[in-house]
C-alpha cells in the first residue's frame, strides 16, 4: 500500500511509539470495561472501592493520554510530510523545463499541489485514529469473547456488516471523487478565463455567455457529485446506526434465549457492545477514506514522476564568468501536437549576441521570436544543434547555472511584488531606478516589495525593469517591452537606457517592432517562418 510506504519513507520517527500507544489505549479501554463491570457489582451490594476509583482514574486518564499524543502526533507528521512533498513538487516544477508545465496545465498542477495536499493533510490524522481504534477493537472483543461467545459473535458479525457497508461504496466513491476533481478542474480553467480574460469576456457579451455557462456546468456537475457523494454518506451512517440499535436489541433479548448462564454477564457484556459501537462506527467511517488518500496519492506520485522525467539538475555553479559572448548554433526546435505531431518548428538558427553590442530580433506574428527566445534562454531543450557560452555547448547539468546569469522579461512577463532573491537592495539606487523609469511618483519599495502592482502595463514593464537592473545579471533579454510604452518612454528606452545597458559591457537582446530605432541595433537578426532571413540579416557573423 503505497499510502503506508509513504509514510514510512516520510515521518518513521514516531510510528513505535504510536504504536504502543494503540496497544496502551486498547488495554487501558479493556480495563476500564472489566472496573466498571467491578464497580456495579460493589455498587449492587451498596460498596464503593477507593481502589477501583483509582484505577478508573488511572484508566481514563491513560486513555485521554494516547488519545491526545496519537492525533496530536499525527496531525504533526501529516503537516509535516505535506510540507517535504509540496517542497519536492514545487522544486521539480522549478526545474521542469516550460513545455512540460504548458503541457501539464495550471488547473491540473493547482488541483494536485494545492487540494490533493491537503485532502491528505486532513484524511491522514483520521487513518491514524481509525487505526487506534481498530487496535482498541481487538482488546475489547478479547474481553467480550471472555464474557460471552455468543455476544461476541454477534457484535462482531454486525462490525462487519457495518464495515463492508462502507467498504463496498469505495469504488463509487472513487468515481465520485474522480467526477469531482474534474469538475473542480474545470471550474479553475473557466475562472482563470473569467479573471485573466476580463478585457475580453466584458467586451463581447457572446463569450461572456460561454464562459458563465462552462462555469455553471461544471459547477452544478461537481456539485451534483458532491450531492451524491454526501446523500451516500448520509444512507450508510443511517443504516449503520439502525444496525447498532439492532445489536444492543440482539444482546438483551435474543442471546439469553441461547447462552446458558448470560444474565450473570448480560450487564458488562452490553457494555462492552456499547464500547464497541464507537471503535467499529469510526472504523467504517475512515475506511472509505484510505481510497481518498490513495487516489490523492496516486495523483500526487503521478505528477512527481511527470515533473521529474524532464526536470534538469538545478544545483548551480559558483564562480562562472560573465560570459562574452552566447549563441545558437544550428539549433532546431518543434511544438509537438496532439498526436506528437509537430505543428509549429523553427530552425535551424544561428545566431551570435556579444558583449558590449544591442542586438534586436524582429519579424513578423508567428514568425518565431518568443520561440528563438525560449531556445536562446535555455526555458526548452533543443532537440538539434548547439546553445553556446564563448563557444562552448551548455550541457544539461549546467543549464541553470548559464539560466541565473540572464535576466528576461518576456511579452507576457509576470511581475511580482515581492523581490523575489534581491534579499540586499540599496534604497538609494531603487529611488534612482524608478526615477530614472519615471514612477517614483507611483511606486515605492517597502521591506523587499514594491508597494503596488496595480499599474497599467507598460508601468508593470517598467517595474520589472528595475527589478532586472536591481538583479544586474550579464545578459538582459526584452521581449518586445517598449510596445505598451507611450512614445515619449519609447524614446527614452532606445536612446537612453539600452545605451546604458550596452555601456556596462552586457549582452543586450531585444524583440521589437520599432523599425524607427533600428539603427541604435548592433546587429539585427529577422525572423521569417521559424527561420533567420540572412537576406535582412544585419553584420551577421559566421560561428
Same mark, same amino acid.
Given at each position: 500500500?503505497?499510502?503506508?510506504?509513504?509514510?514510512?519513507?516520510?515521518?518513521?520517527? =514516531?510510528?513505535?511509539?504510536?504504536?504502543?500507544?494503540?496497544?496502551?489505549?486498547?488495554?487501558?479501554?479493556?480495563?476500564?470495561? !472489566?472496573?466498571?463491570?467491578?464497580?456495579?457489582?460493589?455498587?449492587?451490594?451498596?460498596?464503593?472501592?477507593?481502589?477501583?476509583?483509582?484505577?478508573?482514574?488511572?484508566?481514563?486518564?491513560?486513555?485521554?493520554?494516547?488519545?491526545?499524543?496519537?492525533?496530536?502526533?499525527?496531525?504533526?507528521?501529516?503537516? /509535516?510530510?505535506?510540507?517535504?512533498?509540496?517542497?519536492?513538487?514545487?522544486?521539480?516544477?522549478?526545474?521542469?523545463?516550460?513545455?512540460?508545465?504548458?503541457? @501539464?496545465?495550471?488547473?491540473?498542477? =493547482?488541483?494536485?499541489?494545492?487540494?490533493?495536499?491537503?485532502?491528505?493533510?486532513?484524511?491522514?490524522?483520521?487513518?491514524? @485514529?481509525?487505526? %487506534?481504534?481498530?487496535?482498541?477493537?481487538?482488546?475489547?472483543?478479547?474481553?467480550?469473547? !471472555?464474557?460471552?461467545?455468543?455476544?461476541?459473535?454477534?457484535?462482531?458479525?454486525?462490525?462487519? @456488516?457495518?464495515?463492508?457497508?462502507?467498504?463496498?461504496?469505495?469504488?463509487?466513491?472513487?468515481?465520485?471523487?474522480?467526477?469531482?476533481?474534474?469538475?473542480?478542474?474545470?471550474?479553475?480553467?473557466?475562472?482563470?478565463?473569467?479573471?485573466?480574460?476580463?478585457?475580453?469576456?466584458?467586451?463581447?457579451?457572446?463569450?461572456?455567455?460561454?464562459?458563465? =455557462?462552462?462555469?455553471?456546468?461544471?459547477?452544478?456537475?461537481?456539485?451534483?457529485?458532491?450531492?451524491?457523494?454526501?446523500?451516500?454518506?448520509?444512507?450508510?451512517?443511517?443504516?449503520?446506526?439502525?444496525?447498532?440499535?439492532?445489536?444492543?436489541?440482539?444482546?438483551?433479548?435474543?442471546?439469553?434465549?441461547?447462552?446458558?448462564?448470560?444474565?450473570?454477564?448480560?450487564?458488562?457484556?452490553?457494555?462492552?457492545?456499547?464500547?464497541?459501537?464507537?471503535?467499529?462506527?469510526?472504523?467504517?467511517?475512515?475506511?472509505?477514506?484510505?481510497? %481518498?488518500?490513495?487516489?490523492?496519492?496516486?495523483?500526487?506520485?503521478?505528477?512527481?514522476?511527470?515533473?521529474?522525467?524532464?526536470?534538469?539538475?538545478?544545483?548551480?555553479?559558483?564562480?562562472?564568468?560573465?560570459?562574452?559572448?552566447?549563441?545558437?548554433?544550428?539549433?532546431?526546435?518543434?511544438?509537438?501536437?496532439?498526436?506528437?505531431?509537430?505543428?509549429?518548428?523553427?530552425?535551424?538558427?544561428?545566431?551570435?549576441?556579444?558583449?558590449?553590442?544591442?542586438?534586436?530580433?524582429?519579424?513578423?506574428?508567428?514568425?518565431?521570436?518568443?520561440?528563438?527566445?525560449?531556445?536562446?534562454?535555455?526555458?526548452?531543450?533543443?532537440?538539434?544543434?548547439?546553445?553556446?557560452?564563448?563557444?562552448?555547448?551548455?550541457?544539461?547539468?549546467?543549464?541553470?547555472?548559464?539560466?541565473? %546569469?540572464?535576466?528576461?522579461?518576456?511579452?507576457? =512577463?509576470?511581475?511580482?511584488?515581492?523581490?523575489?532573491?534581491?534579499?540586499?537592495?540599496?534604497?538609494?539606487?531603487?529611488?534612482?531606478?524608478?526615477?530614472?523609469?519615471?514612477?517614483?511618483? +507611483?511606486?515605492?519599495?517597502?521591506?523587499?516589495?514594491?508597494?503596488?502592482?496595480?499599474?497599467?502595463?507598460?508601468?508593470?514593464?517598467?517595474?520589472?525593469?528595475?527589478?532586472?537592473?536591481?538583479?544586474?545579471?550579464?545578459?538582459?533579454?526584452?521581449?518586445?517591452?517598449?510596445?505598451?510604452?507611450?512614445?515619449?518612454?519609447?524614446?527614452?528606452?532606445?536612446?537612453?537606457?539600452?545605451?546604458?545597458?550596452?555601456?556596462?559591457?552586457?549582452?543586450?537582446?531585444?524583440?521589437?517592432?520599432?523599425?524607427? !530605432?533600428?539603427?541604435?541595433?548592433?546587429?539585427?537578426?529577422?525572423?521569417?517562418?521559424? /527561420?533567420?532571413?540572412?537576406?535582412?540579416?544585419?553584420? +551577421?557573423?559566421?560561428?
Amino acid at each position: 500500500m503505497r499510502l503506508w510506504h509513504l509514510i514510512q519513507r516520510e515521518v518513521p520517527e =514516531h510510528l513505535r511509539t504510536m504504536m504502543l500507544m494503540n496497544v496502551l489505549a486498547a488495554v487501558a479501554m479493556a480495563a476500564l470495561l !472489566w472496573i466498571v463491570d467491578l464497580a456495579s457489582k460493589a455498587a449492587a451490594e451498596g460498596n464503593v472501592s477507593p481502589r477501583l476509583v483509582l484505577m478508573f482514574v488511572i484508566a481514563t486518564t491513560l486513555i485521554a493520554v494516547t488519545h491526545n499524543y496519537v492525533l496530536t502526533t499525527s496531525s504533526f507528521d501529516a503537516e /509535516r510530510m505535506i510540507l517535504n512533498m509540496r517542497r519536492r513538487l514545487f522544486d521539480l516544477a522549478r526545474r521542469s523545463d516550460l513545455l512540460t508545465v504548458e503541457r @501539464i496545465g495550471r488547473a491540473a498542477l =493547482h488541483t494536485v499541489l494545492i487540494q490533493n495536499t491537503q485532502a491528505l493533510a486532513r484524511i491522514l490524522p483520521l487513518l491514524a @485514529i481509525g487505526a %487506534q481504534q481498530a487496535v482498541m477493537l481487538v482488546f475489547v472483543g478479547g474481553y467480550l469473547a !471472555w464474557l460471552s461467545p455468543p455476544a461476541f459473535l454477534i457484535a462482531f458479525g454486525f462490525g462487519g @456488516i457495518a464495515v463492508m457497508v462502507r467498504m463496498g461504496r469505495a469504488v463509487s466513491l472513487r468515481r465520485m471523487l474522480r467526477k469531482v476533481g474534474d469538475a473542480e478542474s474545470r471550474v479553475f480553467n473557466g475562472l482563470t478565463d473569467l479573471l485573466q480574460g476580463f478585457k475580453e469576456v466584458r467586451m463581447e457579451r457572446r463569450r461572456a455567455d460561454g464562459v458563465l =455557462h462552462e462555469l455553471a456546468e461544471a459547477s452544478t456537475v461537481a456539485r451534483t457529485a458532491n450531492s451524491m457523494m454526501k446523500t451516500q454518506w448520509g444512507y450508510d451512517f443511517a443504516l449503520i446506526e439502525s444496525l447498532f440499535f439492532a445489536l444492543i436489541g440482539l444482546m438483551v433479548f435474543v442471546v439469553p434465549l441461547f447462552a446458558t448462564g448470560y444474565y450473570e454477564v448480560v450487564v458488562p457484556a452490553t457494555t462492552a457492545a456499547l464500547f464497541v459501537v464507537g471503535p467499529i462506527a469510526t472504523v467504517s467511517y475512515v475506511a472509505p477514506m484510505m481510497t %481518498q488518500a490513495e487516489m490523492a496519492l496516486a495523483s500526487l506520485e503521478e505528477m512527481e514522476q511527470k515533473l521529474r522525467a524532464p526536470a534538469l539538475s538545478a544545483a548551480p555553479e559558483v564562480g562562472s564568468e560573465p560570459p562574452s559572448s552566447i549563441a545558437l548554433k544550428d539549433a532546431v526546435f518543434a511544438y509537438p501536437g496532439p498526436d506528437d505531431q509537430p505543428v509549429f518548428s523553427v530552425g535551424p538558427l544561428s545566431a551570435l549576441f556579444r558583449a558590449g553590442e544591442i542586438t534586436f530580433i524582429t519579424g513578423g506574428n508567428g514568425s518565431g521570436k518568443s520561440t528563438m527566445l525560449r531556445l536562446l534562454t535555455g526555458l526548452v531543450p533543443l532537440e538539434g544543434g548547439a546553445l553556446l557560452v564563448d563557444g562552448i555547448p551548455v550541457a544539461t547539468e549546467r543549464m541553470q547555472a548559464y539560466r541565473d %546569469q540572464i535576466s528576461a522579461i518576456f511579452s507576457d =512577463h509576470h511581475l511580482s511584488r515581492r523581490l523575489y532573491g534581491l534579499s540586499h537592495v540599496d534604497p538609494a539606487r531603487v529611488r534612482r531606478l524608478l526615477e530614472q523609469l519615471e514612477m517614483q511618483d +507611483k511606486v515605492s519599495v517597502r521591506n523587499g516589495a514594491f508597494s503596488t502592482v496595480t499599474l497599467s502595463t507598460g508601468q508593470r514593464k517598467r517595474l520589472a525593469l528595475v527589478v532586472a537592473l536591481l538583479e544586474d545579471k550579464p545578459v538582459m533579454v526584452l521581449d518586445e517591452w517598449a510596445a505598451d510604452q507611450d512614445p515619449h518612454f519609447r524614446q527614452v528606452f532606445y536612446e537612453t537606457l539600452l545605451p546604458e545597458i550596452r555601456a556596462r559591457n552586457r549582452i543586450v537582446i531585444c524583440v521589437t517592432h520599432d523599425d524607427r !530605432w533600428f539603427d541604435r541595433a548592433d546587429r539585427i537578426y529577422h525572423l521569417n517562418e521559424g /527561420r533567420i532571413d540572412l537576406t535582412r540579416e544585419r553584420q +551577421k557573423e559566421e560561428l
